[in-house]
């Protein structure tokens, strides 16, 4: 059974930085794209960076420059760093599996982790 656990989040205040973490237990993540997502109040749930199996990374444009997604398939984790936050950061932080075949999610959500950007 895949369990995808995410933590690292809190409160922090606008234009600062935070790191968040996903551990996948019951899987090898080294075989996959992983990607975080973010689902804000009243907001439907965005992808938010991507990283392929080779290290390629993607990011939404309002993420760009801002956010760095990285991936430790020694200890099946991959991380999304984040810095000049701002409030409109602020959401559910979750990390998936890419399905090689179909490009969608692979796997249950998690619980998720609160990113909270507030003065």
């Known amino acids: 059974q895949v369990q995808l656990v995410e933590s690292g989040g809190g409160l922090v205040q606008p234009g600062g930085s935070l790191s968040v973490s996903c551990y996948a237990s019951?899987?090898?993540?080294?075989?996959?794209?992983m990607s975080w997502y973010r689902q804000g109040p009243g907001k439907q749930r965005e992808k938010v960076a991507r990283?392929?199996?080779?290290?390629?990374?993607n990011y939404v444009d309002s993420v760009k420059g801002r956010f760095t997604i990285s991936r430790d398939n020694t200890k099946n984790t991959v991380y999304l760093q984040m810095t000049s936050l701002k409030p409109e950061d602020t959401a559910h932080y979750y990390c998936?599996?890419?399905?090689?075949?179909?490009?969608?999610?692979?796997?249950?959500w998690g619980a998720g982790t609160l990113v909270t950007v507030s003065s």
């Open positions: 019951g899987t090898i993540i080294r075989f996959y794209a």
């Open positions: 990283i392929s199996t080779s290290g390629r990374t």
């Open positions: 998936n599996a890419e399905d090689p075949s179909t490009g969608e999610v692979m796997y249950s």
